[in-house]
């Protein structure tokens, strides 16, 4: 596995540019997020850190080059919902590349918006993306607070249903794994398992 500084630098060498800079403050703040959720929840930061870093990493690929990283039965979810090519590509990329944790390759793969099962890992990527310090809208800043409180299936939960509810808005079609991870993260919270 490459060392953390040549992963940090390999990601900035991509988005610190004009065109990507914003995703670049974005995944630091990923990263950032990730880091503090790590060392709170007592999961590798390395790890976490790795995953954040790459988790937008093929978000600007051209489609040709993202459809090589691509599994045929992946290629057709994505075609359905196109939000997780970026996803599922920097993962296959992290496995193609970089090493073969099946944790950070989850995570990476995941993040967009989670699945049955997920490991600590996995959640910490997931909401970290959601609700980094640059991220300034309404309901990111209302879901970083129930994280920051401890919160974090909570904040998992309302991230999930605030998407849900933004898509709907929007006319587009929730994937099933969204409704799935929403109720599984409901349950959670009324057990008040934390």
Known sequence: MLFLGKIKKMVKNKFATNDHLDRYQHTLGVVKMAK???KQYKVSTKKAMLAAYLHD???YDK????LKLLSEKDKEECKQYPVLYHSYASAAFYKKEI?????IYQAIRNHVF???GMSRLEEIVL???YTEENRAYPSCIHCREILLSGNLYQAIYESTLLTIEF??????VPH????EVLDYYEGLCKNDIK
Do not use: H, W
Not at 167 to 172: A, E, G, M, P
Not at 176 to 179: G, I, N, S, V
């Open 127 to 129: 909401i970290s993306d």
């Open 167 to 172: 898509l709907k808005k929007k006319n587009i």
């Open 114 to 116: 989670g699945r049955l």
């Open 57 to 59: 990493y093929c978000k």
């Open 63 to 66: 489609e040709e080059d993202i």
């Open 176 to 179: 099933p794994l969204q409704l």
């Open 36 to 38: 503090y959720l790590a």
């Open 99 to 103: 090493g073969s944790d099946e944790d």
